[in-house]
């Protein structure tokens, strides 16, 4: 915005302000007021390389403007405008001696080869009409102006629409929850529902507890549901800017102790009268204008949001549009007062210090009128001089219309289509290959010499572990029997010791022709134990018998030790009741099996 557009909005949310019956308390004070931005605005005009004589007659065209306007408006009123006539201040005369050049100033300035100083003539045009009424003379000037406006109109980007669906929604898809110091004072429950056919419930949570139990709750019925958070401001729902800055400041102290597991998108939304477009079937239906955005967030800051929302309500107004006119100029002076009066970093404090993440801001031009003289208006009283006139008031803002968030697509699974990726290069295998070979020819040629120096032991320690699996897996048969039958086992320890009974050696005597005439069998040597001692001992206790039975076939067979195999099973396998003395003598005993080869 350059800088004599910004005085220019100022003084047309003033004449916006008129059109509201806006209360002038000092006429004096009010014509200096306006003295002072037309001065300014000369003087910016100047400096922006405007002609001196274009400047001076939209100077001109202001003043007899605001002259017919308060004229018109205060003829009511006790007070009277004619002894204040800005005409009169700048030029000596009446707006009634000047009424015939009126419509010739402004026909000039709309053959100006400048489009800044075209749109402000064009946009004058306009504002007189409501004044005037549509005359030939205006008539004649819009007509001849219209082709010129279409080339320098800035086409203003649609709002995004809502996602609004026919059928009524099984399941919500967008949680709204209303926060913020005014939440509880002018959103009330009963007056809340589902939109959309059931597409997006709005809640109010006015505390911090609040907030959590609805969330937890959320998450509980329908995980899968998006949340927003509107944070609605009210510019006249306090007295003044400070009391709005506390209540706001109390309000961030309160809610960042909240631990949240994300931060929630929050939508700042203010709501105030910019225009008078009413909608004839709801006339406190809102007007929106809204600059959101769409996941991810980012770090978004109020200044570049209120940036968009102003290039938002500019590109809308054409010059032709009363309305957008109004809510263009008030719009952009509302967004000053935010800033002037610092509540802008207020906001933007509280949005760092607590668990939301800014999504973007939105400004709601509803009702008929101001409902209280609160913050806004009494700033607008004391730059302007001039309060806005009340309206009854309405029983709650109205909300938003907000975008759905999108439904979860279905993804379908295709089968890729081959690829016939192209041949490697001949010259890129060939290092490969050779190195492949070369580890191979290493591999085999290991194994060569190792079987060539090794295979005697190799083969004798097959020959040890054969038998084992010989044992599981071949049946015994009839001459498979233990050497020692089991109701001719005699004991051959003594109890808890692996030493051989005196008597035993005559036992063992006796099975060395029968081992002898089997040269080409293998012998497993079982131990075994009675129950006395814990089952471990009895374990380690029966393989010792087995090893010691085993030492002493070699030394009295001359057979080598790989012919023999020991095995120890503790006290698991008894012959005799272990409850009596001679049970136990007979269970501490060893047996000797024939393997076949």
């Given at each position: 915005?350059?800088?004599s557009?910004?005085?220019?909005?100022?003084?047309?949310g003033?004449?916006?302000l008129i059109?509201?019956?806006?209360?002038?308390p000092?006429?004096?004070?009010f014509?200096?007021?306006?003295?002072?931005?037309i001065?300014?605005?000369?003087?910016?005009?100047?400096e922006?390389?405007?002609?001196?004589e274009?400047s001076e007659?939209?100077?001109?065209?202001?003043?007899?403007?605001f002259?017919?306007?308060?004229?018109?408006?205060?003829?009511?009123?006790?007070l009277?405008?004619?002894r204040?006539?800005l005409?009169?201040?700048?030029y000596?005369h009446?707006q009634?001696?000047?009424?015939?050049?009126?419509?010739?100033q402004?026909?000039a300035?709309?053959r100006?080869?400048?489009?800044?100083?075209f749109?402000?003539?064009?946009?004058m045009?306009?504002l007189?009409?409501?004044?005037?009424g549509?005359?030939d003379?205006?008539?004649?000037?819009?007509?001849?102006?219209?082709?010129?406006?279409?080339?320098?109109?800035?086409?203003?980007e649609?709002?995004?629409?809502?996602?609004?669906?026919?059928?009524?929604?099984?399941t919500?898809?967008?949680?709204?929850?209303?926060?913020?110091?005014?939440?509880?004072?002018?959103?009330?429950?009963a007056?809340?529902?589902?939109?959309?056919?059931g597409?997006?419930?709005?809640m109010?949570?006015e505390?911090?507890?609040?907030?959590?139990?609805?969330?937890?709750?959320?998450?509980?019925?329908?995980?899968?549901?998006?949340?927003?958070?509107?944070?609605?401001?009210?510019?006249?729902?306090?007295?003044n800017?400070?009391v709005?800055?506390e209540?706001?400041?109390?309000?961030?102290?309160?809610?960042?102790?909240?631990r949240?597991?994300r931060?929630?998108?929050c939508i700042?939304v203010?709501?105030?009268?910019?225009?008078?477009?009413?909608?004839?079937h709801?006339?406190?239906?809102?007007?929106?204008?809204?600059?959101?955005?769409?996941?991810?967030?980012?770090?978004?800051?109020?200044?570049?949001?209120?940036?968009?929302?102003?290039?938002?309500?500019?590109?809308?107004?054409?010059?032709?549009?009363?309305?957008?006119?109004?809510?263009?100029?008030?719009?952009?002076?509302?967004?000053?007062?935010?800033?002037?009066?610092r509540l802008?970093?207020?906001?933007?404090?509280?949005?760092?210090?607590?668990?939301?993440?800014l999504?973007?801001?939105?400004?709601?031009?509803?009702?008929?009128?101001?409902i209280?003289?609160?913050?806004?208006?009494?700033?607008?009283?004391e730059r302007?001089?001039?309060?806005?006139a009340?309206?009854t008031s309405?029983?709650?803002?109205?909300?938003?219309?907000l975008?759905?968030p999108?439904?979860?697509e279905?993804?379908?699974?295709?089968?890729?289509?081959?690829?016939?990726?192209?041949?490697?290069h001949?010259?890129s295998?060939?290092?490969?290959?050779?190195?492949?070979?070369?580890?191979?020819?290493?591999?085999?040629?290991?194994?060569?010499?190792?079987?060539?120096?090794?295979?005697?032991?190799?083969r004798?320690?097959?020959?040890q572990?054969?038998?084992?699996?010989?044992i599981?897996?071949t049946?015994?048969?009839?001459?498979?029997?233990s050497l020692?039958a089991?109701?001719?086992?005699?004991?051959?320890?003594?109890?808890?010791s692996?030493?051989?009974?005196?008597d035993?050696?005559?036992?063992?005597?006796?099975?060395?022709?029968?081992?002898?005439?089997?040269p080409?069998?293998?012998?497993l040597?079982i131990?075994?134990?009675?129950?006395?001692g814990?089952?471990a001992t009895?374990?380690?206790?029966s393989?010792?018998?087995?090893?010691v039975?085993?030492?002493?076939?070699?030394?009295?067979?001359?057979?080598?030790?790989?012919?023999?195999?020991?095995?120890g099973v503790?006290?698991t396998?008894p012959?005799?009741?272990n409850?009596?003395?001679e049970?136990?003598?007979?269970?501490?005993?060893?047996e000797?099996i024939?393997l076949?080869?």
């Open positions: 915005m350059v800088k557009e910004n005085f220019f909005c100022r003084l047309i003033i004449d916006t059109a509201f019956d806006g209360i002038i000092s006429a004096a004070d014509q200096l007021r306006l003295i002072s931005l001065e300014q605005l000369n003087k910016a005009l100047q922006e390389n405007q002609t001196a274009e007659a939209l100077c001109r065209l202001l003043c007899g403007y002259d017919k306007r308060l004229m018109t408006n205060q003829k009511d009123n006790a009277s405008w004619q204040y006539s005409m009169h201040y700048f000596g009446n009634n001696q000047a009424d015939s050049d009126f419509i010739s402004i026909a300035l709309l100006t080869d400048s489009s800044l100083m749109r402000y003539a064009r946009k045009l306009t007189l009409k409501q004044v005037e549509e005359t003379a205006l008539a004649s000037l819009s007509a001849t102006c219209a082709p010129r406006t279409w080339l320098a109109r800035v086409e203003a649609p709002e995004p629409e809502a996602d609004y669906f026919d059928t009524p929604a099984t919500p898809r967008l949680m709204v929850l209303i926060i913020g110091p005014f939440a509880q004072k002018w959103f009330h429950h007056n809340l529902s589902t939109t959309d056919n597409h997006i419930i709005w109010v949570a505390h911090a507890t609040t907030l959590a139990n609805r969330l937890a709750h959320k998450e509980e019925t329908h995980p899968s549901m998006a949340v927003v958070t509107l944070f609605p401001i009210l510019a006249d729902g306090v007295e800017s400070t709005l800055t209540q706001l400041t109390s309000w961030q102290f309160v809610f960042s102790s909240i949240l597991s931060r929630l998108p700042p203010f709501y105030t009268r910019l225009s008078q477009q009413r909608h004839s709801d006339p406190d239906r809102a007007i929106w204008t809204s600059s959101l955005m769409m996941p991810p967030y980012g770090q978004l800051t109020l200044e570049s949001c209120f940036r968009q929302l102003v290039d938002k309500l500019n590109a809308h107004d054409d010059g032709q549009d009363l309305y957008a006119i109004q809510r263009y100029a008030l719009g952009s002076t509302f967004i000053a007062w935010l800033a002037e009066s802008m970093n207020v906001l933007q404090t509280l949005l760092a210090n607590t668990p939301l993440n999504a973007g801001v939105m400004l709601a031009d509803y009702g008929r009128g101001f209280r003289h609160g913050a806004w208006s009494q700033w607008l009283s302007y001089g001039i309060l806005p009340l309206s309405i029983a709650m803002p109205p909300l938003p219309s975008p759905l999108p439904q979860p279905i993804v379908v699974w295709q089968e890729p289509e081959p690829l016939n990726a192209p041949a490697p001949r010259s295998l060939r290092p490969v290959t050779i190195g492949l070979l070369f580890l191979f020819a290493c591999l085999v040629g290991g194994f060569f010499y190792y079987a060539r120096y090794n295979i005697k032991e190799i004798e320690q097959v020959r572990i054969s038998p084992l699996g010989e599981f897996t049946p015994m048969s009839n001459q498979n029997v020692f089991l109701e001719n086992t005699v004991p051959l320890f003594e109890n808890g692996s030493n051989l009974m005196s035993s050696e005559k036992t063992l005597l006796d099975i060395i022709p029968a081992i002898k005439r089997s080409e069998k293998m012998f040597i131990g075994h134990s009675d129950n006395t814990s089952s009895n374990l380690a206790l393989t010792e018998r087995a090893q039975i085993k030492n002493w076939l070699v030394e009295h067979t001359g057979l080598p030790a790989e012919r023999f195999i020991t095995e503790g006290d396998r012959i005799a009741n409850d009596t003395k049970g136990r003598a007979q269970n501490r005993r060893v000797i024939p076949s080869r």
